[in-house]
C-alpha cells in the first residue's frame, strides 16, 4: 500500500496570515436541535490561507483566475528538496545536489519545522536565478513550505514574475516537516474559483513504490 503524507498545515482562526491579509473566520449559521437536521457555517478567509494555489492573476493584471488554469501541474510526479537552513533565498546551490533527471514538480522545504504559531517576517523564499534555473531544466511546478516564494517585503516579487513569464504554477505554505528527500507523486488541486487569484488546496504527497 502507498504511502501518503498529508502536507497541507491546519487551518483555524488561529492559522498566521501575511500582514494584512484576511484570516480565517467561521461562524454558524444553522445548528442541529428540534426541527433542523444539520449543522452548517459560513467561512471567511484569504484564499492564501493555509496550503494554496497563486493564480496568475495574483501577479499579473492580465493573468487567468485560478478556476481557468490547467489542472495537469498539481498532479504528477515530483521531487521534495531540502535546503533547511538556506537563509534567506534558495539559492542554485542549495537544490544542486537533487537535479538529476528531474521531474515536472519540485518542491523546497526551507524549514526544519514550519512556524503555525506566527508569520515569519523573515520568511525563506526563492532566488529568482533558482526558479529559472528550474524551469530550464523543465520544471512547471514548484512549491516551498514557507508563505511566499517571494520575500516578505519585496514590492517587486522577481520570483513570482519569473513564473509569470515561464509560465510555471507555484505552491506556497506546504508543511513539509515530516517528508524526506525524494521523489513522490504530488496531489494538490485548486478549487474551480472563477473570479479568485488564489486557491486553497488539501496537498498530499503518495510514495511511488
Not at 493564480?55 to 521531487?79: M, N, S, T
Not at 537563509?87 to 537535479?99: C, M, R, S, T, W
Request: hydrophobic share 45%; glycine share 6%; proline share 10%.
Amino acid at each position: 500500500m502507498k504511502k501518503l503524507w498529508d502536507i497541507s498545515p491546519p487551518v483555524n482562526a488561529s492559522t498566521p496570515v501575511f500582514p494584512g491579509d484576511t484570516a480565517y473566520a467561521q461562524q454558524w449559521v444553522a445548528s442541529i436541535e428540534p426541527g433542523c437536521p444539520v449543522n452548517v457555517s459560513a467561512i471567511t478567509l484569504s484564499p492564501h490561507v493555509g496550503a494554496h494555489a497563486d493564480a496568475p492573476l495574483h501577479y499579473d493584471p492580465a493573468g487567468a483566475a485560478i478556476g481557468a488554469v490547467e489542472l495537469d501541474a498539481f498532479l504528477g510526479p515530483c521531487r521534495v528538496i531540502h535546503a533547511i537552513g538556506c537563509g534567506a533565498l534558495v539559492q542554485p546551490e542549495h537544490i544542486a545536489h537533487a537535479l538529476d533527471q528531474l521531474p515536472p514538480r519540485v518542491l523546497v522545504r526551507v524549514y526544519q519545522h514550519q512556524p503555525q504559531d506566527r508569520f515569519d517576517n523573515a520568511l525563506p523564499a526563492f532566488a529568482p536565478e533558482t526558479v529559472a534555473l528550474l524551469a530550464d531544466r523543465g520544471v512547471k511546478l514548484i512549491g516551498i513550505d514557507s508563505a511566499s516564494i517571494d520575500p516578505a517585503d519585496s514590492k517587486t516579487l522577481e520570483s513570482h514574475q519569473v513564473i509569470r513569464r515561464r509560465g510555471l504554477r507555484v505552491l506556497e505554505n506546504l508543511l513539509l516537516d515530516d517528508v524526506p528527500e525524494g521523489d513522490y507523486e504530488l496531489i494538490a488541486l485548486p478549487l474551480k474559483l472563477t473570479t479568485a487569484d488564489a486557491s486553497p488546496v488539501r496537498a498530499v504527497l503518495r510514495s511511488m513504490e
